[in-house]
């Protein structure tokens, strides 16, 4: 999705969410901001909020793919 506007407020908080996951330490706190970003992001921009997530979630978890 190359046309999605990602900033990397949102990518930093992901890869936090994603440490904190992979230790086995995810936060509701931490989850509940990941989550609160990406449906901000999504309706100030008009993205889909889902399409968002996944973008992310990719850039972040799989960068080399």
Request: cysteine-free.
């Amino acid at each position: 999705m190359a046309d999605t506007d990602i900033p990397e407020s949102l990518i930093e908080l992901e890869r936090n969410a994603w440490a904190e996951q992979q230790a086995g330490a995810l936060t509701v706190e931490t989850a509940a901001a990941v989550q609160q970003a990406y449906t901000e992001h999504a309706a100030a921009t008009g993205q889909s909020r889902y399409e968002l997530e996944k973008t992310v979630k990719r850039l972040v978890r799989h960068p080399a793919a």
